[in-house]
T-cell receptor, first 114, second 118 residues
């Protein structure tokens, strides 16, 4: 139990389809991060939420990507018109406890775009 | 500019021996944090150790220690008495404050794949 649940764990889709990933922290945390990890690389920052406000977005987050955290608890990451280059692991992370420096990661959602 | 550099794509170590994984970083923020995470083949990111920029002592957690050399901007991970279960990818990461919004951003290196040999 990592403290962060991600769904789905695996998603295979055809190019051009839309996909949505969900991140559910087990307990309330004001900070929530999304990262993308491609094969053989480290996680790359995508976006950051402070409660329901999306405060930072990476340039990696093109206009096909949108993230929300409507009630400051769970978060969704949607990719529209998927491309093969979107194939990656999408990781959600929260502080290990309120105010912590350390991030706890979810198990991730692996996307494969055919 | 690359802010976290891990120059060792892969490392081998004999079981029960110690190994050092290198990490250098670059930041202009006086307040930052340095982390090491382990990622086994199962994919989960497991936190190992943390060092704050103002911490005087090098961090230690069981068999893990962080060799923090602030002037050289390096934060190497030392694993003592390697075990077969230590075989994994290891990522160095840095937390720095983003000045525009005052939020924290975490940046990861490209990782080092460690293989422990029996």
């Amino acid at each position: 139990d990592t403290g962060v649940s991600q769904d789905p764990r695996h998603k295979i889709t055809k190019r051009g389809q839309n996909v949505t990933f969900r991140c559910d922290p087990i307990s309330e945390h004001n900070r929530l991060y999304w990262y993308r990890q491609t094969l053989g690389q480290g996680p790359e920052f995508l976006t950051y939420f402070q409660n329901e406000a999306q405060l930072e977005k990476s340039r990696l987050l093109s206009d096909r990507f949108s993230a929300e955290r409507p009630k400051g608890s769970f978060s969704t990451l949607e990719i529209q018109r998927t491309e093969q280059g979107d194939s990656a692991m999408y990781l959600c992370a929260i502080p290990s406890f309120p105010g912590a420096n350390v991030l706890t990661f979810g198990a991730g959602s692996r996307l494969t775009v055919l | 500019a690359q802010k976290i550099t891990q120059t060792q794509p892969g490392m081998f170590v004999q079981e029960k021996e110690a190994v050092t994984l290198d990490c250098t970083y670059d930041t202009s923020d006086p307040s930052y944090g340095l982390f090491w995470y382990k990622q086994p083949s199962s994919g989960e990111m497991i936190f190992l150790i943390y060092q704050g920029s103002y911490d005087q002592q090098n961090a230690t957690e069981g068999r893990y220690s962080l060799n923090f050399q602030k002037a050289r901007k390096s934060a190497n991970l030392v694993i003592s008495a390697s075990q077969l279960g230590d075989s994994a990818m290891y990522f160095c990461a840095m937390r720095e404050v983003l000045t525009t919004s005052g939020t924290y951003k975490y940046i990861f290196g490209t990782g080092t794949r460690l293989k422990v040999l029996a």
